[in-house]
């Protein structure tokens, strides 16, 4: 028989407001196997915990129950309380009476004798519970870094400052990420390429850094701290190794009509490639799609011209495995497609751009060398406007329903450049809102509007209507001063929406990390987690968590950085003992088991038993402790009900309903 | 009937939640009746959420609008002014209390080609 202590917390009134809590400690005291209850203002403080422990040692307790918040909260702080009182903290069980019952429910008398059977089911588990001793798990010293932006460079180069080996996976031929493709970057307007190429020769140079380009993550096993991990490098049909980056074959391609991905298609690029000439690593890739030796089979030019024999048609893709502790995922954003938002005319006219293509334009690597003109004709533009919230803020199902919160910011920048280098330039802004919190940043803003002559104005835009002589007709609201407004522009440039990259939904089912409706990878805790998945040792960097802007990110790619090198500090891991196990006696190893484990968990073996007097060599369901999860698909699989999760048995869930029931 | 809720009832008809508005303009930037209304689309949200049915149903703009469901069609919230207004015009059809038809009137009009629907709701009563 169990003894059985029994805390009741207040939670100073989040529990107490709404909960009988002398009574709720007074009933438990009428369970079986009960021999002390106690309530107290705050069971997580150093005092509560005190009085546990002491309850712990003077009544001899076996077993505890604490009715407070959800076990997410402070399950390992009761646990841990518990252990130093020489408890095993597997005998710890939380009675969730908070997130479960007092928040949600307003009337104390239901909710007091809801939270009665909520620690009577605590009650009922306990008396089954036992002891249970964690195995332990080694970490591979290495990290992987998925996305070669911003957010991955910074986290890349922050582990491996702390001294450990670690990998970047970049899909497109170059790290460098969103970033390399701005022209000038808020609040301070320095040049955007000028402070981050610096960083993508550091993560290059780094000896402790690895980086694979043109590469993506195919395959994910194992788990915190011993992650098996293939990754396929795309074949590139240059040798890396002795192409020296002098960039004839680009020149002399005769393919040229591919769009550049890197101009957001606004020019083209030639079929043998890099995206942009700081790209790193400077070795090109062929697009097999565009090469005509790939296509007919004739042609080869890139591969005369070249001096140092670079080029290999032969070229495949080569699988990589290997083992990583932990993974950070950084795989950044882009712009959503405007197909939905016809009123814009942006599939219409080339003059009507968005935000990200304006940021070429302004560049002078860009299509337009620099030069702000349209792109339909060339013309230096007298009147530009901008829209806000594109496709933001929208909650029809056209667009996106969150605020993609960089706008704002950006088009301020864009404003004042322009009205800076072209004075003669009108430009107006057409803004719901305008939200510019953050350091200097509605500063900023208001340089645009005080000191730049930026014409903002407070209203949507409803439609843009091309004219036949090439000028756009956009139709706009002033809300302030209740007028519709008609206006000629010559361009106009759309504060589009941004969205997770599309590949996170990709990786994220591999990783089993968590992903919200928008795509959005879900922290572990929204304020007190925020650079954790729920998913042990996965990590989160940049606006793949949600939109930010860049110095967000790099502050969250540091955060995450040390989250990752905590981890990889430690030689071992404890493991969760709650793992799956394996009646023999009733195991009839059927394999239907091992065909849901989603962790490659369980084998068999061959195995001699003793049923009951008569010996037999039986085909047996064997888990191993250190891959499986205890997410219980085996158990509840199992038609024989041989299987049964440690600390979750069949048996002491039915106690729990069973008890919630009486 | 008589003292229910104007404004709970436009947003019953309507199907509309107000409140989901936030104030982009974006109806009022693509009404091609603008200029003729006194109530501009984006105002007719505000007037509901404030109950302010009144001046609704007595403004010219109740009538000026042309249907063209562009606001609705564009608003990124899913607020649709044009149902907004579209449910107000029906209120006021509703008000009126008036009897469209006396049994009188039914011989003369009566021809082979009217649908007998047409006559039950002529004899339809939005009575107080």
């Excluded at chain 1, 009544?59 to 390992?76: A, D, F, Q, W, Y």
């Excluded at chain 1, 802004?429 to 407070?458: H, L």
């Amino acid at each position: 028989m169990q003894r059985i202590g029994v805390f009741v917390c207040h939670c100073g009134s989040n529990i107490a407001a709404t909960v009988d809590v002398k009574k709720v400690a007074e009933m438990a005291l009428l369970e079986p196997g009960v021999v002390h209850a106690e309530d107290y203002q705050y069971m997580c403080s150093e005092a509560g915990q005190a009085k546990i422990q002491a309850a712990i040692k003077e009544k001899n307790l076996t077993g505890i129950v604490v009715c407070s918040c959800s076990p997410r909260m402070h399950e390992n702080t009761f646990r841990s309380a518990a252990e130093k009182a020489g408890l095993n903290p597997y005998m710890v069980e939380i009675a969730n009476i908070r997130e479960h019952c007092s928040w949600i429910h307003k009337n104390v008398e239901e909710a007091t004798e809801k939270a009665v059977i909520l620690a009577r089911a605590a009650i009922a588990k306990v008396n089954l519970n036992a002891p249970l001793k964690p195995g332990e798990s080694l970490v591979t010293k290495r990290a992987l870094v998925i996305g070669g932006g911003i957010a991955g460079i910074q986290t890349a180069l922050d582990i491996a400052d702390a001294g450990y080996e670690v990998d970047i996976v970049e899909k497109t031929p170059s790290i460098g990420g969103r970033m390399s493709q701005l022209d000038k970057t808020f609040p301070t307007l320095d040049c955007s390429a000028c402070i981050l190429t610096p960083k993508m020769v550091e993560a290059a140079a780094h000896e402790k850094i690895t980086i694979y380009t043109y590469s993506e993550v195919e395959k994910v096993s194992g788990f915190v701290g011993d992650f098996t991990v293939d990754i396929r490098k795309k074949a590139r049909f240059v040798d890396a190794g002795k192409c020296t980056g002098c960039g004839v074959c680009q020149e002399k391609c005769p393919s040229k009509k591919s769009l550049s991905e890197f101009n957001r298609g606004l020019n083209t690029r030639s079929a043998i490639y890099t995206p942009f000439a700081q790209a790193i690593p400077n070795v090109p890739v062929i697009d097999t799609e565009a090469c005509i030796k790939m296509k007919t089979g004739k042609c080869g030019i890139c591969s005369k011209v070249c001096q140092a024999g670079a080029i290999d048609y032969e070229q495949k893709d080569e699988i990589l495995t290997q083992k990583y502790g932990a993974i950070v995922v950084a795989t950044g954003f882009d712009t959503i497609k405007l197909d939905n938002y016809d009123e814009y005319a942006y599939n219409q006219s080339k003059d009507v751009i968005t935000s990200l293509e304006l940021e070429r334009v302004m560049n002078a690597a860009g299509p337009t060398k620099g030069h702000l003109e349209r792109l339909s004709d060339g013309k230096h533009p007298k009147e530009m406007v901008f829209i806000q919230c594109v496709g933001s803020r929208c909650s029809d199902g056209r667009g996106k329903s969150y605020c993609s919160k960089i706008c704002c910011m950006y088009t301020a920048k864009h404003a004042m450049l322009i009205r800076d280098k072209y004075p003669d330039v009108n430009v107006t802004v057409f803004y719901i809102d305008v939200r510019t919190p953050g350091k200097n940043f509605d500063e900023f803003y208001r340089r645009a509007v005080e000191d730049y002559g930026v014409n903002y104005i407070k209203g949507q835009v409803g439609k843009v209507i091309p004219q036949p002589d090439g000028k756009l007709l956009v139709q706009g609201v002033d809300l302030l001063d209740n007028k519709q407004i008609l206006k000629e522009a010559d361009m106009v440039v759309l504060a589009t929406a941004i969205e997770p990259n599309p590949d996170v939904r990709k990786i994220a089912t591999m990783l089993t990390a968590s992903i919200d409706t928008n795509n959005f990878l879900t922290e572990s805790h929204a304020k007190l987690r925020p650079v954790e998945s729920p998913t042990a040792g996965v990590f989160l960097s940049g606006v793949c968590q949600g939109p930010k802007d860049i110095p967000e990110t790099v502050a969250q790619a540091g955060a995450a950085a040390v989250k990752a090198i905590g981890l990889l500090a430690k030689d071992k891991l404890m493991t969760n003992p709650c793992t799956a196990k394996a009646d023999e006696l009733m195991c009839n190893g059927c394999s239907t088991c091992a065909n849901v484990c989603p962790y490659g968990a369980i084998t068999y073996e061959e195995k001699e038993v003793n049923d009951h007097g008569i010996r037999e060599t039986r085909r047996i369901a064997v888990v191993n402790s250190a891959l499986c999860q205890g997410c219980g698909a085996c158990t509840v699989t199992c038609p024989s009900g041989a299987m049964d999760l440690q600390g979750f048995s069949n048996r002491q869930i039915i106690a729990e309903v069973d008890a919630i029931c009486r | 009937m008589s003292h229910v809720n104007k404004a709970s009832q436009i947003k019953e008809i309507s199907g509309v939640n107000p409140l989901k508005c936030m104030k982009c303009g974006k109806c009022s930037a693509s009404c091609p009746s603008f200029n003729e209304m006194d109530i501009k689309p984006h105002q007719f949200v505000s007037y509901v959420q404030n109950g302010d049915i009144e001046s609704l149903v007595n403004s010219k703009s109740l009538w000026k609008c042309l249907s063209c469901f562009a606001c609705l069609e564009r608003c990124p919230r899913d607020v649709k002014p044009a149902k907004l207004i579209d449910a107000a015009r029906q209120l006021v059809v509703r008000e009126k209390g008036a009897t469209y038809l006396s049994p009188d009137e039914v011989p003369e009009l009566l021809d082979e080609d009217l649908p007998q629907q047409l006559l039950v709701s002529a004899f339809r009563r939005y009575r107080r």
